[in-house]
């Protein structure tokens, strides 16, 4: 009962931002453990960061601590990624994801997914 569709995503300088958006209907949102994933060519599916379903906790892989921030607004079923200072090493089409229980840095654990947005960071 959850559908997730990602925006935000577009071609930045190296060093620049850009802010990721997840917006998820459904009245499970608010329970619901969401996370953000990043795929680039020739490459397996990474985990990037997590938020619980109350934002009191969260989780980040080593390579983006201090760049990138996670948040979410349950009142707006939204969920947000900003990222700074972005590397052409960050390009990759980045996935939202959602799952009914704790946070968890495992692809297979997230039930629903949604279809990307691409994220280009030239040099």
């Known amino acids: 009962q959850v559908q997730l569709v990602e925006s935000g995503g577009g071609l930045v300088q190296a060093g620049g931002s850009l802010r990721l958006s997840c917006a998820a209907s459904g009245r499970t949102f608010s329970s619901a453990a969401m996370a953000w994933f990043r795929q680039a060519p020739g490459k397996e599916r990474e985990f990037v960061s997590a938020?619980?379903?109350?934002?009191?906790?969260?989780l980040y892989t080593d390579s983006v601590k201090g760049r990138f921030t996670i948040s979410r607004d349950n009142a707006r079923n939204t969920m947000y990624l900003q990222m700074n200072s972005l590397r052409p090493e960050d390009t990759a089409v980045y996935y939202c994801?959602?799952?009914?229980?704790?946070?968890?840095?495992?692809?297979?654990?997230?039930?629903?997914w949604g279809q990307g947005t691409q994220v280009t960071v030239s040099s």
């Open positions: 994801a959602a799952r009914l229980g704790r946070l968890s840095g495992l692809t297979s654990e997230y039930r629903y």
């Open positions: 938020i619980s379903w109350s934002g009191g906790a969260t």
